[in-house]
Every structure is written in structure tokens, then in C-alpha cells.
């Protein structure tokens, strides 16, 4: 079982998951272990299972401003959390909770300033920081102009950017790929400074690059030194060693990890890692805690199981089969 032993949170009185953070908090972005972004990962109970091992900074999966516009908050008293639901629906787009406050970002795909600032709005109040996509190079981002799509739109960026810092009092930062070259990224960069962000986070790939292409950590390094706002470094951090040394190889003030963290969450603890069963177990119970929706929780599973076993096996075949999370436990 996990070292860490985890809080209960099975209940909470409503007052105090009305009681969120008010989102003029000032977020800090130095030496921080930061769990990136990762789309039907990102969820509340992974979120808390990140932050139990070791991140200082948790970032939620990202949420289309389209969506978002469409949800009102609720407070959940039966388990003590904040919803963000879609009306019509009724499917949680967003949730959150009282343990998370101040360490998570929820990262905003958007390819409009008032859109993005609508939606901003209702959410801002609930988070630590609002973050902008901008280096997802999937195609359904792409195509609806948000994601890596915005990299090559710097008038786009600057007024999405700015319309927010002049508008919220939470921090705002953005995330980004590098581009074709180290000095068009740094240009960018320099661009995206000045609409005063609070921090930039830089994924050393291209956007036609694949996941087993190494990472650039030398064109991080160009940008961390042209900047002076934080950086946070991400790209190929598997070993809880790879988080020095790609600090050094950089010069960025924090790290992010991606793939090191869905497979093994406990790569954030300076002890070691635990036992990816013990992991998987500790994500399971938090997933059931708070109610986390079954698709997610099985891709999830299934990403972690085909990273050190195999979805033939009997436990995989059991995750593929399974129906409600009950069915997981």
C-alpha cells in the first residue's frame, strides 16, 4: 500500500465545500512538481492521487469553452465537492474539492478571447489558475482553431491573453510546443510574456512529433533563458531523477510530467516509487470516493495496465468488462 496514508475524505458538512478558494490567490510556479494536463486522466480522483505522492501543481484535463458555457455551478453535499454540470445533460464536465485548493489549474481549450473569458468566469473562483491550451495537436483541437492551432496566431493569443489578465484576478498562464525553429519558439515566447502571463509551460516537441521522438530539452533551455517569468519544463520525465536533470538540462523553475505520472503516479515522491499495483489500487479507491465517471476511470486503468501488463490478461479483460465502478473494486 502507499507510504503516503491517505485523508479521509468521505464527508463533508456543505459549508465546507463552499468554502473554495476565491481565486485572487497568488500561485507560485518556483521548484514545483507540476502533474501536466492529460485528457480523460485528469479527473479529481487522479488529481488527488498526484498530490498525495509528491505535485505541488495538479492540472485538470482540458475543457472546451463551448462546453464550459453551458454548465452552472452545484455544490455536491453528498460528497462534499464542487460541480461543474452541463445543463440538458446533467454530465459533471468539472469537479473539484476543498483538498485541491490552490494547487489546481484547469486548462481551458479555447480559439476565441470573450469566449474564453465567459468561461473563465465561471470557473475561476474554483481553481488556483486558468490555463490556455495551446499545444494539443490532436485533430479535434486543431480543427476548432484551439490547441496547437493558436501557435501560429500570435495576434489570436495576445487577445485571448490579455482580455483575460485584464478581467480576472487568478493567475493565468498558457502551455505551448515548441515550432519549427528554437528562435520562432523563443519569439512566441517572448510575445506571450508580455501579455503578463504568470507562467509559460513548454512541451519540447513539434507538433509533428510523436511520443517516442525524444524531447528537446536544449530548445526549453532557449526559452527558459529568454524569458523571465517562470518556465515549466515538460518532455520525457519517466524516473523521479529526470526531474533534476531535466531542471539543469533547462534552466526551468518547475517540471511538468505526463506519461511518468499516468503509469505511475508515485514518481513524484523523493522516496521512490511504490508498486504500480499498490498505485493502481490507491487510484481505484479515490475514483469510487468521489463518484468519477466510469469511461474515464477505465481509460485510466487500462493506460496504466498496458504500460506494465497487458489488457489480455485477466485483470485487464476484468477492467474491459467492467460496467459501473463497483465492478473495479
Avoid at 460528497?79 to 454540470?85: E, N
Avoid at 480559439?111 to 468561461?119: F, P
Amino acid at each position: 500500500m502507499p507510504r503516503i496514508k491517505p485523508k479521509d475524505f468521505c464527508c463533508f458538512a456543505s459549508t465546507v465545500a463552499a468554502n473554495m478558494p476565491s481565486g485572487c490567490q497568488k500561485m507560485e510556479y518556483e521548484d514545483k512538481l507540476v502533474l501536466a494536463p492529460m485528457v480523460r486522466v485528469g479527473t479529481l480522483p487522479f488529481r488527488l492521487l498526484a498530490a498525495q505522492y509528491g505535485a505541488d501543481i495538479t492540472y485538470g484535463e482540458e475543457i472546451i469553452d463551448h462546453k464550459l458555457v453551458k454548465c452552472e455551478r452545484r455544490i455536491n453535499e453528498c460528497i462534499g465537492c464542487t460541480d461543474f454540470v452541463e445543463r440538458g445533460t446533467e454530465n459533471v464536465v468539472f469537479r473539484t474539492c476543498h483538498e485541491e485548493a490552490g494547487r489546481v489549474v484547469f486548462q481551458l481549450g479555447t480559439s476565441d478571447a470573450v469566449r474564453a473569458l465567459t468561461s473563465a468566469e465561471i470557473v475561476c473562483k474554483d481553481v488556483a489558475a486558468i490555463d490556455i491550451n495551446m499545444g494539443c495537436p490532436k485533430s479535434f483541437s486543431i480543427s476548432g482553431g484551439m490547441g496547437a492551432a493558436l501557435l501560429t496566431k500570435p495576434e489570436l493569443i495576445h487577445d485571448i491573453m490579455t482580455t483575460l489578465k485584464r478581467n480576472l484576478t487568478t493567475p493565468v498562464t498558457c502551455k505551448i510546443r515548441l515550432l519549427k525553429s528554437s528562435q520562432d519558439t523563443v519569439e512566441l515566447a517572448r510575445q506571450i510574456e508580455r501579455t503578463g502571463i504568470s507562467a509559460l509551460a513548454v512541451h519540447g516537441r513539434r507538433v509533428a512529433d510523436r511520443p517516442r521522438d525524444p524531447a528537446k530539452w536544449n530548445e526549453i533551455a532557449d526559452v527558459t533563458a529568454a524569458l523571465s517569468i517562470p518556465v515549466i519544463a515538460n518532455g520525457d520525465v519517466f524516473e523521479y531523477e529526470d526531474i533534476q536533470r531535466i531542471k539543469v538540462a533547462t534552466g526551468a523553475s518547475s517540471v511538468m510530467v505526463a506519461r511518468g505520472a499516468l503509469w505511475n503516479a508515485s514518481i513524484f515522491c523523493h522516496e521512490g516509487k511504490d508498486a504500480w499495483e499498490d498505485v493502481k489500487r490507491e487510484y481505484v479507491r479515490k475514483s469510487i470516493l468521489w463518484d468519477n465517471d466510469i469511461k474515464s476511470t477505465k481509460h485510466t486503468l487500462k493506460e496504466m495496465i498496458m504500460h506494465h501488463s497487458s489488457l489480455e490478461l485477466p485483470e485487464g479483460k476484468a477492467v474491459t468488462r467492467s460496467e459501473t465502478l463497483a465492478d473495479l473494486a
